[in-house]
């Protein structure tokens, strides 16, 4: 065998790692995401996804906890996270070549405390289905995350992952009308969802303009039995 040559790190070029975390809610009744005002070049003043380069010694679902609570003050292992899609292509980001690991959290609305990172002039909720402009490729990263959540919605119990802990038949109908973007009918959202043994109902009563509504909740064990098919007519 010959002699093996010693590695030189030094003499590749290594492209910098990223996560952006697009961060959706439910406010208002509507799909939002959470964007951040850009505070330096490049696309200063523009709105953009949430995120930061990968340290060193932190893997990449810790990098994307790390923005999480960093943008939203909300530093909790329950809060669902997932990786979504990686974005390289080598034009993505004027400064140098950046790969990003985009991931994707669905948060109830009213755990976030709401708050902009030093690197960022201000943040804000806005509608996902009709946001500004945004820097880098992340019109993207947003739509991407979008088709996934869509996607779940129509095969898993995604949707609950938006809604507080508790919620009427009403306020679940107007979640999966506002994500998927149609109208459906409410005689038989209710029929399909109370027959599907996803639901437990409550002891609790919410009160309004009209006679009290019943409070349900996600059964316990309900992932492990949604069948693979829309929860509604």
Same mark, same amino acid.
């Given at each position: 065998m010959g002699e093996q040559k010693q590695y030189d790190p030094d003499k590749y070029e290594r492209p910098s790692v990223t996560v952006d975390i697009v961060i959706l809610t439910l406010r208002e009744s509507k799909l939002q995401v959470l964007l951040i005002q850009r505070k330096n070049w490049p696309y200063a003043g523009s709105w953009a996804i949430p995120g930061g380069f990968v340290e060193m010694n932190e893997s990449l679902e810790a990098a994307a906890r790390r923005e999480l609570a960093e943008e939203t003050g909300v530093d909790d292992p329950a809060i669902h996270l997932e990786q979504l899609h990686t974005f390289g292509d080598p034009g993505r980001d004027p400064r140098m070549r950046v790969i990003s690991v985009a991931h994707m959290a669905l948060v109830p609305d009213g755990?976030? #405390?709401?708050? !902009?990172?030093?690197? #960022?002039?201000? !943040?804000?909720?806005?509608?996902?289905?009709?946001?500004?402009?945004l820097a880098f490729d992340h019109d993207q990263i947003l739509s991407c995350a979008i088709g996934r959540l869509r996607s779940q919605v129509e095969t898993t119990p995604a949707i609950f992952r938006l809604l507080p802990e508790t919620f009427t038949l009403t306020e679940l109908q107007s979640a999966y009308e506002h994500v998927l973007r149609e109208d459906l009918d409410k005689r038989n959202?209710?029929?399909k969802m109370l027959s599907s043994d996803l639901l437990a109902e409550t002891q609790q009563l919410r009160s309004g303009d009209h006679r009290p509504a019943k409070l349900y909740r996600l059964q316990e064990d309900a992932a492990g039995r949604h069948k693979a098919q829309r929860p509604y007519p």
């Open positions: 755990q976030l #405390a709401l708050r !902009a990172a030093s690197d #960022a002039s201000d !943040a804000g909720w806005f509608p996902a289905y009709d946001p500004p402009p959202f209710r029929r």
